[in-house]
């Protein structure tokens, strides 16, 4: 059996009618950008993480640029980040001239280490950037303590972990800021580039609001005194993004019944399975298994051979990127993240896989290491 490695098709059957009603009314309506839609999905964000703002801007990238710049961090200043996450993290520190010091990770939710975290820091460090990764929080209890008692600022990137949440309290809620893609294969993706930043802090409301729009001033437009970017929700997108919110709950759901299915029928190959925190909810944007012993590769070209196709999160962590040979930084030790980096492969997993797809993928896997088995024994 060919298994999609994902399918945004059978979760957009839920509303689609729904969303073509939307399209046509903003088709008529004229109003593209910064119109009602998108004040209306601001609201419903805001409601659902449990902020008192939230604001739409072009990208998940620019959120965390944004609200970094909006928190004044700046050249000379250290922030705090793991790297193993997706580059785009990384690049928005650079992005506003500060430094980024890597953190290692924790070996079984593979988020941010808080005790890396707390060795890293130095005079110069202004703020810790966890990543929420691969759909479940990072320990924000520890770091938002290390934070308040070291008077640093929290940027969340939640890019990841739409609906996930630590201690019962939403990604997204917990910093200064959070930062969210509506990339489409993101867990509230949209149909194209879309990103918010999630606050109660209304000086960072005010600044970020200015940064996407051209850095116009928020009393008069005519006026420009920040130096912004084009860089605006469309209100194509958030229609989408307001329906689809509506079933974000159900379809992160049907993402963790996936996941159950896969712990039940990988139990017991020599897998090291993703866990879930006891204080997360975990809602699973990526899969994300470690397979022992070197074997990654083998079993990576073993399943596309069987019609399944997987991918590698992160194979080049941001701090053996090429791009950070530019940039120095202060070492710091990273023995789990170069270890995941060997192991780490992602499986195929979407609202709407069904059980005999989860099946041909685990029937595949175990096939690899029974043969496996049988050479070694020989």
């Known amino acids: 059996m060919n298994v999609p490695y994902f399918d945004l098709s059978r979760q957009h059957q839920k509303f689609i009618t729904q969303a073509q009603g939307a399209f046509d009314r903003i088709l008529k309506s004229g109003a593209y950008i910064l119109g009602p839609a998108l004040k209306d999905l601001e609201a419903e964000f805001a409601s659902y993480i449990g902020t008192r703002y939230a604001l739409g801007v072009g990208s ?12 004044d961090i700046k050249k000379g200043d250290e922030v705090i980040v793991p790297s193993f996450t997706f580059t785009a993290t990384v690049l928005a520190v650079l992005h506003v001239g500060a430094t980024p010091v890597f953190a290692d990770v924790d070996a079984a939710s593979f988020n941010l280490d808080p005790e890396s975290a707390r060795q890293a820091l130095s005079r110069k460090t202004r703020a810790i950037l966890p990543v929420h990764l691969f759909g479940q929080c990072a320990d924000m209890t520890v770091l938002m303590a290390i934070a308040k008692k070291k008077k640093l600022k929290v940027v969340e990137d939640a890019c990841q972990a739409h ?28 149909m194209g580039d879309g990103g918010m930043i999630t606050t109660s802090d209304e000086k960072i409301l005010r600044r970020a609001t ?35 919110l509506k079933f974000l709950d159900e379809l992160n759901r049907e993402r963790r019944a996936v996941a159950e299915l896969y712990h039940k029928k990988l139990a017991g190959t020599p897998l090291d399975l993703p866990r879930e925190t006891a ?34 999160h992160y194979a080049t962590p941001v701090h ?44 595949s896997i175990k096939q690899f290491f029974g043969s496996s088995y049988v050479k070694t024994r020989a």
């Open 163 to 190: 609906g996930a949440l630590w201690n019962k309290v939403m990604a997204g809620a917990f910093g200064n800021a959070g930062c969210f893609s509506f990339y489409p294969t993101k867990n509230l993706g949209g």
């Open 210 to 244: 200015q940064y996407r729009n051209l850095g116009k001033g928020i009393d008069d437009p005519f006026i420009h005194d920040e130096i912004g970017w084009t860089s605006r929700l469309d209100s194509i997108q958030a229609a989408f993004l307001s329906i689809k």
């Open 60 to 71: 998940g990238t620019d959120a965390l640029i944004f609200a970094l710049r909006a928190l």
């Open 279 to 312: 204080q997360a909810y975990h809602v699973y944007h990526l899969y994300v298994i470690r397979v022992p012993d070197g074997k990654r590769d083998a079993l990576k070209e073993h399943l596309a051979a069987s019609g399944i196709p997987t991918m590698i």
């Open 320 to 363: 053996a990127q090429p791009i950070m040979k530019k940039h120095k930084t202060r070492k710091v030790k990273l023995p789990v993240t170069e270890k995941l980096r060997e192991e780490v492969l992602t499986l195929p997993l979407f609202p709407g896989m069904t059980e005999p797809e989860v099946d041909a993928v685990a029937t």
